[in-house]
């Protein structure tokens, strides 16, 4: 495959995976990011790779598109597991199972017993839940890295730097350096919005605060990623658990409270009193007004293409094969037409 130069703008799990399914079929691919990721959302991200908290069914088949990209990635040796998940609260309802099980998924009611079986080391299993067997998760700390490590071993190069204005063709730097590019690649998470306002293209993206929590490590109690009505959870290899907490403040004591609430109440689930907080980490996810992903090419704009979402983690490799396939002449193995990203414009 011949062309001019790619720029993808950002270093995250979009950027990284966009830029090596861009490599891998020949492309020469740039990855504009600064160094270090204090503001890269997806190491703090719980990445449960799932389709069933979804519920507008073109999206609920968009991430089952994407889970089957994972299995792709897991054969090729991606961190990643296949454990289910564990459903139980409000969110279990019938109404949910009749939804998923009417789109695909492999959904089951459990009894009590059942749900002992999924997670033997839960002390007061509840009454009933759903599980979703197909669904799974990835190590945040370890996709990152073999993202980018695949993606430079195809010959993508990481620019360091700040974008700090969006030309025709072209990327501007903080440090002033010019970047022409056929095409460019704004998978910048939370901080497209401010760089398209340079080229004047508003775009609606807002930053939710969330927080990650690792525990230490306790004794291992299940392979599922949990959805319960306090939290999302799942515990990894080496026994820490790994939580999600959408009440994050993003100052220091308060979030330190929240971690500790948090560890106290898996400890609690688990009678495993000796769980202490081992790391926090405070990111901003990227949410379009609507929620659902903002994909493609811009319109009346051959150079540029857009990759904001939500679930990013969950996303990546059918976002990756969208944006790639008419960079490389390949068929667009997903409809994402209804997800352009005009619809997002300012008084759209
Ligand atoms: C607590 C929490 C839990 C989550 N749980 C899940 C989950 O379970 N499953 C799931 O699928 N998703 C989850 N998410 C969401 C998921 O993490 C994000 O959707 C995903 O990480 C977005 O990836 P991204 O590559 O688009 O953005 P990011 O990972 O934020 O990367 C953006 C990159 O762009 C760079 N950048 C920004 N501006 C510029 C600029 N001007 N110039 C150059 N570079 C720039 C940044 O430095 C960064 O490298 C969670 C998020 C949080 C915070």
């Given at each position: 495959?011949?062309?001019?130069?790619?720029?993808?703008?950002?270093?995250?799990?979009?950027?990284?995976?966009?830029?090596?399914?861009?490599?891998?079929?020949?492309?020469?691919?740039?990855?504009?990011?600064?160094?270090?990721?204090?503001?890269?959302?997806?190491?703090?991200?719980?990445?449960?790779?799932?389709a069933?908290?979804?519920?507008?069914?073109?999206?609920v088949r968009?991430r089952r598109a994407?889970l089957a990209?994972?299995?792709?990635?897991?054969?090729?040796?991606?961190?990643?597991?296949?454990?289910?998940?564990?459903?139980?609260?409000?969110?279990?309802?019938?109404?949910?199972?009749?939804?998923?099980?009417?789109?695909g998924?492999?959904?089951?009611?459990?009894?009590?017993?059942?749900?002992?079986?999924?997670?033997?080391?839960?002390?007061?299993?509840?009454?009933?839940?759903?599980?979703?067997?197909?669904?799974?998760?990835?190590?945040?700390?370890?996709?990152?890295?073999?993202?980018?490590?695949?993606?430079?071993?195809?010959?993508?190069?990481?620019?360091?730097?700040?974008?700090?204005?969006?030309?025709?063709?072209?990327?501007?730097?903080?440090?002033?350096?010019?970047?022409?590019?056929?095409?460019?690649?704004?998978?910048?998470?939370?901080?497209?919005?401010?760089?398209?306002?340079?080229?004047?293209?508003?775009?609606?993206?807002?930053?939710?605060?969330?927080?990650?929590?690792?525990?230490?490590?306790?004794?291992?109690?299940?392979?599922?990623?949990?959805?319960?009505?306090?939290?999302?959870?799942?515990?990894?290899?080496?026994?820490?658990?790994?939580?999600?907490?959408?009440?994050?403040?993003?100052?220091?004591?308060?979030?330190?409270?929240?971690?500790?609430?948090?560890?106290?109440?898996?400890?609690?689930?688990?009678?495993?009193?000796?769980?202490?907080?081992?790391?926090?980490?405070?990111?901003?996810?990227?949410?379009?007004?609507?929620?659902?992903?903002?994909?493609?090419?811009?319109?009346?704009?051959?150079?540029?293409?857009?990759?904001?979402?939500?679930?990013?983690?969950?996303?990546?490799?059918?976002?990756?094969?969208?944006?790639?396939?008419?960079?490389?002449?390949?068929?667009?193995?997903?409809?994402?037409?209804?997800?352009?990203?005009?619809?997002?414009?300012?008084?759209?």
């Amino acid at each position: 495959m011949t062309g001019g130069a790619i720029l993808v703008v950002g270093g995250g799990v979009l950027g990284w995976a966009i830029a090596g399914e861009l490599a891998r079929a020949g492309r020469t691919v740039r990855v504009v990011a600064p160094e270090g990721d204090a503001r890269t959302a997806s190491v703090g991200s719980l990445a449960w790779l799932n389709a069933s908290t979804a519920t507008d069914p073109g999206y609920v088949r968009l991430r089952r598109a994407a889970l089957a990209g994972w299995r792709d990635w897991a054969e090729a040796g991606a961190p990643v597991r296949f454990g289910g998940s564990l459903f139980w609260g409000s969110d279990a309802s019938d109404t949910m199972a009749a939804r998923l099980g009417a789109l695909g998924c492999p959904v089951a009611r459990l009894d009590r017993a059942g749900i002992a079986a999924v997670a033997p080391g839960l002390r007061h299993p509840p009454e009933t839940g759903l599980f979703v067997s197909d669904e799974g998760c990835a190590d945040p700390a370890l996709i990152l890295p073999w993202l980018r490590t695949r993606a430079e071993a195809a010959g993508a190069m990481h620019l360091r730097g700040q974008a700090a204005a969006l030309g025709p063709g072209a990327l501007r730097l903080d440090d002033g350096t010019t970047l022409d590019a056929d095409h460019i690649v704004m998978a910048a998470g939370e901080g497209a919005s401010a760089l398209l306002a340079t080229a004047g293209l508003d775009l609606r993206v807002a930053g939710k605060p969330g927080l990650l929590i690792r525990t230490t490590p306790g004794r291992p109690v299940s392979d599922a990623v949990f959805a319960t009505p306090s939290y999302d959870f799942w515990q990894r290899d080496d026994g820490a658990f790994l939580i999600a907490s959408s009440s994050a403040t993003g100052t220091g004591d308060a979030d330190d409270m929240i971690a500790a609430e948090a560890t106290a109440h898996i400890s609690k689930l688990f009678g495993q009193t000796d769980l202490r907080v081992a790391e926090r980490i405070a990111r901003t996810r990227p949410i379009p007004a609507d929620g659902l992903p903002l994909l493609g090419r811009w319109p009346g704009r051959d150079d540029l293409s857009v990759a904001v979402t939500h679930s990013g983690l969950t996303l990546a490799p059918i976002v990756a094969a969208c944006i790639a396939a008419p960079l490389i002449g390949r068929d667009m193995p997903h409809d994402i037409a209804h997800l352009r990203p005009d619809r997002a414009l300012q008084g759209a």
